[in-house]
């Protein structure tokens, strides 16, 4: 429904501050949608590192880029888009961070969570820059209310 | 959104009753740091509290698993203590879970270590 459609977006320096404004509004958004606690912290929890890779892997802190978070919730799907300015990710070069050898790994396990936790992940380059499309179905958590 | 770290001593391991977030930044960083603190004087027994460590994102968990490998690169043992629900699935997700050493009774996980 048309009035249940609510869109807002962020355009914020490559910070850690900024990780915490787009985690703290995927919370507010996710609350307000009617998810409960667990999926909450699912969707949460994948846009914060969403972000962090934005930051910290896209634009590297540059003080020059920009991250731009953008917040949907259609009525039956929530769609979080997190874009940087960085050089761009190609998913297929990540390592699998379940593999043997890299499970003592320190870092790589950010996409692997955002995808555990989403419903879908689209991943799009933008010259410069990537575009990580994270998407929940409220569907499923709505009938089970 | 910071996290507290306090110390203390019981048979000769250290336990480190860790509260808040370890989140990329200051969790991070301070947990990092303590260990770090801790293998320089000579304590390897090293026992995490995380029972009231409510959140921890990626960068944390890499962060536990760098303290974990460092422990045991200098021949010590670090275990995990009372899991939140979060941490715990987050570390089954992350298949982390067999990595660790993982007690929810305090003086059991002491009487774990091997104390070489």
New interface residues.
């Given amino acids: 429904m048309d009035s249940m459609a609510i869109r807002f977006s962020y355009t914020l320096d490559s910070s ?1 501050d900024s ?2 404004k787009v985690e703290q509004a995927a919370e507010e958004l996710a609350q307000k949608s009617g998810l409960d606690e667990d999926r909450t ?1 699912q969707v949460t ?1 994948a846009v ?2 969403a972000a ?1 890779n934005a930051v ?1 892997h896209g634009n590297a802190y540059d003080p020059q880029k920009k991250i731009t978070a953008t917040f949907e919730n259609t009525g039956s799907t929530l769609i979080i888009r997190i874009s940087d300015q960085g050089k761009g990710l190609d998913p297929s070069t990540l390592p699998d ?2 593999a043997p050898e890299n ?8 996409i ?2 955002i995808r ?1 936790f989403m419903d879908e992940v689209h991943f799009k380059l933008l010259h410069p820059g990537t575009e990580l499309t994270l998407i929940k179905h409220l569907d499923s958590t709505q009938k089970s209310a | 959104m910071s996290m507290k770290i306090s110390t203390r001593q019981v048979d000769g391991v250290t336990i480190l009753d860790m509260s808040g977030r370890i989140t990329l930044g200051e969790g991070s960083v301070q947990l990092r740091d303590a260990v770090r603190d801790l293998l320089s004087k000579g304590s390897k027994n090293i026992l995490l509290n995380l029972a009231d460590v409510n959140y921890i994102d990626s960068s944390g968990i890499g962060e536990l698993v760098s303290a974990f490998t460092a422990v045991r690169n200098q021949g010590g043992e670090l275990k995990l203590l009372k899991l939140t629900k979060k941490v715990h699935d987050l570390l089954q997700i992350t298949k982390l879970y067999t990595v660790f050493d993982i007690k929810d009774d305090e003086a059991e996980a002491i009487g774990a270590f091997s104390r070489a």
């Fill in positions: 850690l990780v915490n912290f929890m914060r590192e962090v910290l961070p379940l499970l003592l790994s320190g870092s790589g396990r950010g692997f969570l555990s």
